[in-house]
């Protein structure tokens, strides 16, 4: 059965570094201006050398063949994480909750998307194992509850002089 386009070794490793890096140097030289102004083809010229260039030579092509999935997992990661925020913080000109409210509701967010994040990649059992593995849990149980009373220490100063 003949190979997707799409996933074929040859469109991934070569066709889409090679696209990708034509594009943003082209855009880069478009919006700088460096070679002067109108001058489209010389752009493209150089985002071509380049482009060419990139593809003739593995480590530097394997490096950004490796990133890109780094990279747009992290895009979709923080897309969802200015959804939710933007859920949480509601519209600027009523402002419902306090300063502080966002700032804790924004670190539940974080804390929550990255533990989700541990659980689909499958290292959940690895950072349990890690944190509380080992005889360890009594040391993590100790700083939790030291975090907590601190918290509550903070919170009952800061109550006391607001009124």
């Known amino acids: 059965m ?3 386009l799409l996933i074929h070794p040859y469109f991934v490793d070569y066709v889409l570094p090679f696209v990708l890096v034509f594009t943003l140097v082209f855009a880069v030289l478009q919006r700088i201006k460096l ?9 493209a010229m150089v985002g071509l050398v380049v482009g060419l260039l990139l593809i ?13 999935p780094f990279l747009a997992v992290s895009v979709v990661i923080l ?8 859920f ?3 519209k ?13 509701f924004g670190a539940i967010l ?5 533990s989700y994040l541990i659980y689909i990649a499958g290292y959940w ?15 993590w149980i100790n700083i939790i509850l030291i975090v907590v009373i601190i918290g509550a220490i903070v919170a009952v100063i800061k109550g006391d002089k607001g009124s």
């Open 2 to 4: 003949p190979e997707p």
């Open 35 to 43: 070679l002067g102004d109108d001058v489209k083809q010389i752009n």
């Open 56 to 68: 003739a030579f593995p480590y530097p092509r394997s490096i950004i063949v490796l990133l890109m």
């Open 79 to 86: 897309l969802v994480f200015m959804l939710l925020y933007g």
């Open 88 to 90: 949480i913080v509601g």
């Open 92 to 104: 600027k000109e009523t402002d419902v909750l306090g300063k502080w409210w966002k700032v804790a």
């Open 110 to 114: 974080a804390v929550g998307l990255l």
């Open 125 to 139: 059992n690895y950072v349990l194992n890690f944190f509380l593995g080992g005889g360890s849990s009594q040391i």
